[in-house]
């Protein structure tokens, strides 16, 4: 069965921390893997998209790792800002029937 | 980036009647968009997906009778809950892809029936 499952489930950091969240899928065969920033209330927003190929992209703060071997991936905030606070959903595509399967999030508090 | 419009952000309504859910995609066509339901502190749950001129394809456990999907250009995907009741109640999103498979999402339907 594809599953996706991050840990933690929810974060607190005191402004300016640093932080990783952690993703693990089982999802096979695998297309990408695909973090996402989601605000209370809102629809989520792309962070990154990664393929089989890479390991490493980064969107401005945001530094998403991906490890196809183990079927592992992180996203790493650096020096986080109350803005961040949020949930972070990862989700994989792939799969034979080509669908995503998203994660449950994890709920991340940035305080000051 | 890819805009996706999503309409009324919420909704209040009484059970029993019927609420209808717009999403557009304002820069660029979509041919296939995706209606997710989200209970709080859950993950987003695909409900249907949904191709322009052609019947929505339903997940499994979803009512096709209850939840009708409408696509009828490139730019415009309907969901209507029809005979709405309380367990009803959640957070609608819509999503639509583009070629590089990209997905981009609506800001989500609150919907409260009451």
């Known amino acids: 069965k594809n599953q996706v499952e991050q840990s933690p489930q929810s974060l607190i950091i005191l402004e300016g921390k640093n932080c990783t969240l952690q993703?693990?899928?089982?999802?096979?065969?695998?297309?990408?893997l695909r973090w996402y920033k989601q605000d209370t209330g809102r629809g989520p927003v792309s962070l990154t998209i990664m393929t089989f190929s890479e390991n490493t992209k980064s969107n401005g703060r945001y530094t998403a790792t991906l490890d196809a071997d183990t079927k592992q991936s992180s996203l790493h905030i650096t020096a986080s800002q109350l803005s961040d606070s949020a949930s972070y959903i990862c989700v994989v595509h792939g799969g034979t029937a080509s669908k995503l399967t998203f994660g449950t999030g994890t709920r991340l508090q940035v305080t000051l | 980036g890819a805009v996706v419009s999503q309409h009324p952000s919420w909704v209040i309504c009484k059970s029993g009647t019927s609420v209808k859910i717009e999403c557009r995609s304002l820069?660029?066509?979509?041919?296939?968009m995706f209606w997710y339901r989200q209970f709080p502190k859950q993950s987003l749950m695909l409900m249907a997906t949904s191709n322009e001129g052609s019947k929505a394809t339903y997940e499994q456990g979803v009512e096709k009778d209850k939840f009708l999907i409408n696509h009828a250009s490139l730019t415009l995907s309907t969901l209507t809950v029809t005979s709405a009741h309380p367990e009803d109640s959640s957070f609608y999103i819509c999503?639509?892809?583009?070629?590089?498979?990209?997905?981009?999402f609506g800001s989500g339907t609150q919907l409260s029936v009451l």
């Open positions: 993703c693990n899928y089982t999802v096979s065969p695998f297309s990408n």
């Open positions: 820069d660029f066509q979509a041919t296939t």
């Open positions: 999503s639509a892809r583009v070629r590089n498979e990209k997905l981009f």
